[in-house]
């Protein structure tokens, strides 16, 4: 099936571990994103890339590392994880003014 | 900076109750309005495109319209099936996609 998938769906860890969150998506588009959605569902835009190249880089903590290896793939590298970093992570794509096509998400909970 | 405010932040209707759900913007070069729906655990899944005002789009009881300050996303005889949370977001020249904090809506059978 054409998709967004992102792995893991549930990642719980103590603070000042490190994780990554893994995207790839089948869908042939150049632009693929990180947006992080809080307990009250608002979703925030934290990376954006642009065939491998980054385009978008919200007011993020240096702890958050994106890479992309290809367009296909953007992974998200998370240094030192703080309780405020709990959140659901979702990876999405999208090609010019098209619509964005989102994983299921990846929930993070740091105890 | 771009703004997107949905109206209202919670709605619980009457299946076959109609109503509708409110996203006010402002944004420097309207690359697109796009409405999606999120279902619990699930990520959002694009229902609607609007490029200029004036603009309409329908599918099943779902109807999405656009003016230049503000779009609305009007629900024909709601089924219980059709709750869930609605997200509007704008698309700038930038690129970037703006989201509201979304609207949670309910039908009770």
């Known amino acids: 099936d054409t998709a967004v998938s992102q792995t893991p769906k549930y990642l719980v860890t103590q603070m000042g571990n490190d994780k990554s969150i893994k995207c790839e998506q089948n869908?042939?588009?150049?632009?693929m994103y990180w947006y992080k959605q809080d307990s009250k569902k608002f979703l925030k835009i934290m990376f954006s890339y642009n065939n491998k190249e980054l385009i978008i880089n919200e007011t993020v903590p240096n702890r958050f590392s994106p890479k992309s290896p290809d367009k296909a793939h953007l992974n998200l590298h998370i240094n030192s994880l703080e309780l405020g970093d709990s959140a659901v992570y979702f990876c999405a794509s999208s090609q010019e003014r098209s619509p964005l096509h989102f994983g299921n998400g990846t929930r993070l909970t740091v105890t | 900076e771009d703004q997107v405010t949905q109206s209202p932040e919670a709605l619980r209707l009457q299946e076959g109750e109609s109503s509708s759900l409110n996203c006010s913007y402002t944004v420097s070069g309207l690359r697109g309005l796009f409405w999606y729906r999120q279902d619990p655990g699930k990520g959002p899944e694009f229902l609607f495109t609007?490029?200029?005002a004036g603009e309409e789009k329908e599918k099943e009881r779902l109807k999405a319209t656009l003016t230049k300050k503000e779009s609305f996303l009007h629900i024909t005889a709601p089924k219980p099936e059709d709750s869930a949370t609605y997200l509007c977001a704008v698309k700038a020249n930038a690129g970037k996609s703006t989201f509201g904090d979304g609207t949670t809506l309910t039908v009770k059978p």
């Open positions: 869908l042939g588009h150049d632009t």
């Open positions: 609007l490029y200029s």
